[in-house]
């Protein structure tokens, strides 16, 4: 089994280097290590307050789908700013129902 040993070069090295040490590691401290606690948001971190949806937004959301809308698309209304497959064009040929690559 290998054993690492650490030396000091003096006690004259570490009396200098050690309130330098000090500061220098509070200036390098993150605020916050992304990871350690997964589910607690940062109290600093940016939240968006609304997402604006204008006509717009609802008419390429809704490419494709005949009016009167069907109540299963009222998730729309609470779709965020995050990625849904929904409001992007999929796949081409015969899988194109919604006729967005044409």
Known sequence: MA???LAQAGPSLAA????????????Q???FVAGSAPSVRR????????VA???RWYQKALSGVDSP????????DDQGNW??????????????LRHWHR
Request: glycine share 4%.
């Open 29 to 31: 401290a993150p605020s």
């Open 53 to 55: 949806k204008d006509a």
């Open 3 to 5: 054993q690492v040993v």
């Open 83 to 96: 990625y849904t497959p929904f409001t992007q064009p999929g796949m081409t040929g015969r899988y194109d």
């Open 16 to 27: 200098d280097t050690a309130p330098n040490m000090a500061a220098n590691d509070a200036a």
């Open 69 to 76: 809308y069907p109540t299963s698309l009222k998730f729309l």
């Open 43 to 50: 109290p600093d971190a940016p939240a968006l307050a609304a």
